[in-house]
Nanobody, 128 residues
Framework: QLQLVESGGGLVQPGGSLRLSCEASGFTLAHYTMTWFRQAPGEGREGVVCSGRGVGSEKYADSVKGRFTVSRDNAKNTIYLQMTNLKPQDTAVYFC?????????????????????WGQGTLVNVSL
C-alpha cells in the first residue's frame, strides 16, 4: 500500500519557522516527483513547491520563494518543507503528494491535483 504521512504542523507566530515532514511507505520516494500543496480555509488547493527526481529540479510558487525550502532524505524515505518568515496568509492545511510521471517543468504543476498518492495533511496556523 502506497502511503504518505505528513507531520510537523502547528501554531506559529508571524515571522516564525516550521519544518514539515512527509514520510513515504510502500514505495521509494526517490523515484517519484513530489509536490507540496496547501489549502487555506475556503480556498482551492495550490502547489507550493514541486520537487523532481533530479538535483536542482525544484519549482516554487512565487508566494513562497526565498522563504520555503524543500529537501529530501532518501535514506529515510522522507521529504521536508522548511518554512521560514511565516505569514498569516501561509495558514493552511499542507499536503504532500507523489507521482511517478509528474513533470515540474509543466505550467500546470501548481493546480493539477491528479497525482497518484496523497497524504492526509497537516495544519499550519500562523497567528499571534
Amino acid at each position: 500500500q502506497l502511503q504518505l504521512v505528513e507531520s510537523g504542523g502547528g501554531l506559529v507566530q508571524p515571522g516564525g519557522s516550521l519544518r514539515l515532514s512527509c514520510e513515504a511507505s510502500g514505495f521509494t520516494l526517490a523515484h517519484y516527483t513530489m509536490t507540496w500543496f496547501r489549502q487555506a480555509p475556503g480556498e482551492g488547493r495550490e502547489g507550493v513547491v514541486c520537487s523532481g527526481r533530479g538535483v536542482g529540479s525544484e519549482k516554487y510558487a512565487d508566494s513562497v520563494k526565498g522563504r520555503f525550502t524543500v529537501s529530501r532524505d532518501n535514506a529515510k524515505n522522507t521529504i521536508y518543507l522548511q518554512m521560514t518568515n511565516l505569514k498569516p496568509q501561509d495558514t493552511a492545511v499542507y499536503f504532500c503528494a507523489a507521482d511517478l510521471l509528474r513533470d515540474c517543468g509543466l505550467s500546470d504543476w501548481q493546480y493539477n491535483t491528479f497525482l497518484e498518492v496523497w497524504g492526509q495533511g497537516t495544519l499550519v496556523n500562523v497567528s499571534l
